[in-house]
């Protein structure tokens, strides 16, 4: 049974950084791509960053290029966000998610497993 918990997200003010965490179990992910998505209120779950499990390839949504970076600890089964120069417009639950690395970037119908978020808030 496949597993991804998260972890790491809290009340924070704007201008800070925090990491994510996200901690995969229940198969191999040699093949697939992990990412991690959010969603603010009212608003679509959209991807905010994805990389393959193999080669540590990565890709960012526009909002997060420059500020997010995303790696993955291949002996620890952990994907994880560093989120730097938070806005409160990055408000929102993040979610880690995988699917196999099929196309270019992870998107929500390639999506096979979820996790059910982590909390990040951000005060102005």
């Known amino acids: 049974q496949v597993q991804l918990v998260e972890s790491g997200g809290r009340l924070v003010q704007a201008g800070d950084s925090l990491r994510l965490s996200c901690a995969a179990s229940?198969?191999?992910?040699?093949?697939?791509?992990m990412g991690w998505f959010r969603q603010a209120p009212e608003k679509e779950r959209e991807l905010v960053a994805c990389?393959?499990?193999?080669?540590?390839?990565?890709y960012y949504a526009d909002s997060a290029k420059g500020r997010f970076t995303i790696s993955r600890d291949s002996a620890e089964n952990t994907v994880y966000l560093q989120m730097n120069s938070l806005k409160p417009e990055d408000t929102a639950a993040y979610y880690c998610?995988?699917?196999?690395?099929?196309?270019?970037?992870?998107?929500?119908?390639?999506?096979?497993?979820w996790g059910k978020g982590t909390l990040v808030t951000v005060s102005s």
């Open positions: 998610a995988t699917g196999p690395s099929i196309g270019r970037i992870l998107t929500r119908s390639g999506v096979y497993y």
């Open positions: 229940g198969r191999t992910f040699s093949g697939y791509r």
């Open positions: 990389i393959t499990w193999n080669e540590g390839n990565a």
